[in-house]
């Protein structure tokens, strides 16, 4: 599969050492996400879903098998080569925001333009906006509700307009009304 919209995984595991000995978190998982295609992972907690998501972007290194993002063997390439894949096609939401918390809401959200090269504050602005939150663009992120720091992680990932997109549990903390925002969002609309 050679897309670079699209992720192919063979084999994928991966093991911790507990007290116990080894503990298997994942094994064995294959499957292709085609170009233009949308998947949801799910299970119950503790299942090994936000462990398969930083597999995936390349976040934390497998104990066995392969992961080929954008057309490249993430595991081929050092960090800095992985650092870069990401930078340069993927967006996250993280389930805990990972919002700086020295920057503003405009700051946080300009930050992945501004490590690409790109021009940010307008771009930026646009996309908080967007997601409603252009009043809050100065205040920091411990000023903001968990649901305006979720809005503010989204606005970060959607800024740069990625090819792939990293979610986890991306309508965790709001309501009913934005989390459809944030779907239809997803979907690109």
Known sequence: ?????????????????DAGGTLSILEGIDFTVAAGSAVAITGSSGSGKSTLLGLLAGLDVPSMGSVHLAGQDLFALD?????????????????????????????NVMLPLELAGQSAREAAQAMLERGGRGARLHH??????????QRVSLARA??????????DEPTGSLDAATGVTVIDLMRGG
């Open 1 to 17: 599969m050679d897309s670079k919209n699209s992720i192919e995984v063979k084999g994928l595991g991966k093991r911790v050492a």
């Open 79 to 107: 960090e800095d080569g992985r650092a870069r894949l990401r930078a340069n096609h993927v967006g996250f939401v993280f389930q805990s925001f990972q919002l700086l918390p020295n920057l503003t809401a405009l700051e």
């Open 140 to 149: 920091y992120p411990r000023t903001l509700s968990g649901g305006e720091q």
């Open 158 to 167: 959607f800024v740069v307009q990625p090819d792939l997109l990293f979610a």
